[in-house]
Each structure stands twice: as structure tokens, then as C-alpha cells.
């Protein structure tokens, strides 16, 4: 729900972060967002990395559970095909994706 002046607020913005074999940068992403946006929500994506990314992938919901989710796909579904399968889960107004192509 927008406030009063029109203006969006963190009520209304998810974020979304897509991840494939990348945890150094998932951590990161994941990290320098959270300690900026507190009250937004968080779904962390991974698409079936065969790394260190799973672990990666539950620490944010592990720190700040209220508001962070985690969807492991079971191989890699590519990025549009991970990304609409995120929307499914996220319900707000506003949405922003974050990813990288880069090793689809």
C-alpha cells in the first residue's frame, strides 16, 4: 500500500537476487543489500549451482528470517525461466532483480 503522499515505501518493494555458481558474489549482494534495506523484502534464487552457493543461499533468511526467503531450484533453469519462477513467490507492487548472466 502506498503511504499518503504517493510515494512508494519498503511495504510495497521486493528484491529478488538470482544466483548461479557465483556464492562470492551472492554473499555480497546479499550482505550490502540487508545492511542498507531492512525492512525489504529478500528472495535469494539459486538455480542449481553445484558449489558453495546453497549455504550461501539460507544465510540472509537465517539473519533476518522475518523477511527473507530462499527458493533452491533444483538445476538451472537459466535466468528468465529462475526469474519468473521468483515472481511467482513475490507479491508486492514493486520488484527489484538482481543477477548476473554471466556462466548461464
Same mark, same amino acid.
Given at each position: 500500500?502506498?503511504?499518503? @503522499?504517493? /510515494?512508494?515505501?519498503?511495504? *510495497?518493494?521486493?528484491?529478488?537476487?538470482? !544466483? +548461479?555458481?557465483?556464492?562470492?558474489?551472492?554473499?555480497?549482494?546479499?550482505?550490502?543489500?540487508?545492511?542498507? +534495506?531492512?525492512?525489504? *523484502? %529478500? %528472495?535469494?534464487?539459486?538455480?542449481?549451482? $553445484? *558449489?558453495? @552457493?546453497?549455504?550461501? /543461499?539460507? =544465510?540472509?533468511?537465517?539473519? $533476518?528470517?522475518? !523477511? /527473507?526467503?530462499?527458493?533452491?531450484?533444483?538445476? $538451472?533453469? +537459466? +535466468?528468465?525461466?529462475?526469474?519468473?519462477?521468483?515472481?511467482?513467490?513475490?507479491?508486492?507492487? /514493486?520488484v527489484i532483480?538482481?543477477?548476473?548472466? =554471466?556462466?548461464?
Amino acid at each position: 500500500m502506498r503511504s499518503m @503522499s504517493g /510515494t512508494l515505501t519498503f511495504d *510495497d518493494i521486493s528484491t529478488v537476487i538470482v !544466483n +548461479y555458481r557465483a556464492p562470492d558474489l551472492l554473499q555480497s549482494a546479499a550482505t550490502s543489500f540487508r545492511k542498507c +534495506y531492512l525492512g525489504i *523484502d %529478500l %528472495l535469494v534464487v539459486d538455480k542449481g549451482s $553445484n *558449489d558453495q @552457493s546453497g549455504e550461501v /543461499t539460507e =544465510h540472509p533468511v537465517q539473519l $533476518n528470517p522475518g !523477511n /527473507t526467503k530462499s527458493m533452491m531450484l533444483g538445476k $538451472n533453469y +537459466y +535466468y528468465g525461466s529462475a526469474m519468473d519462477q521468483a515472481m511467482g513467490l513475490v507479491h508486492k507492487e /514493486t520488484v527489484i532483480l538482481l543477477g548476473r548472466r =554471466h556462466g548461464d
